[in-house]
């Protein structure tokens, strides 16, 4: 099963757009991700109806953020993005009245669900600003890393 990774993704997007002067177009981000401009418009929408993010039209256009990243939390981005799943796990319902198979989703239900609240609840505390220091870091450690 393939993994979700726009979280992460967009966190990186964000935090390049906080380096940058100038507005990033989708074709830009595109590049950057490695994938089709509609995508990248897709996935900023939600950013955008939260107003973490505003795209202009034109020459000179593209996307720039609203808000300092010390505003903005991994679970605001996670949201803005519609809370894509955080488990590949899935439950088997193959059996639905078998007790064994009950048991094993109960008990499954209960500790992803849990799992959930918990990482959402860090995600609250963990601010883009925070991101954006420890890239710093990493950066004065290795100033010629064309990766960035």
């Known amino acids: 099963m393939r993994s979700d990774n726009r979280l992460s993704r967009m966190l990186h997007v964000l935090l390049h757009m906080a380096e ?5 177009t989708s074709e830009t981000i595109g590049k950057m991700l490695n994938t089709n401009p509609v995508v990248v418009r897709r996935m900023m ?16 256009g593209g996307w720039v953020l609203t808000r300092p990243l010390s505003e903005l939390t ?3 981005v996670y949201q803005a993005l519609g809370e894509p799943p955080i488990f ?9 009245k078998c007790l064994v198979e ?3 989703n109960a008990g499954l239900e209960g ?3 849990e799992s959930r609240r918990l990482l959402l609840e860090r995600f609250a505390t963990i601010r883009m600003d925070q991101l954006a220091r420890d ?4 950066l004065k450690l290795h100033p010629h890393c064309p990766e960035r």
């Open 20 to 24: 940058q002067d100038a507005p990033l």
């Open 45 to 60: 929408s939600g950013l955008r109806e939260r107003g973490y993010v505003q795209s202009e039209k034109g020459h000179g």
């Open 74 to 76: 991994l679970l605001d």
């Open 88 to 96: 590949a796990l899935g439950l088997d319902q193959s059996e639905p």
């Open 102 to 104: 009950q048991a094993v």
């Open 111 to 113: 500790a992803m669900a």
């Open 135 to 138: 890239f710093q870091e990493r």
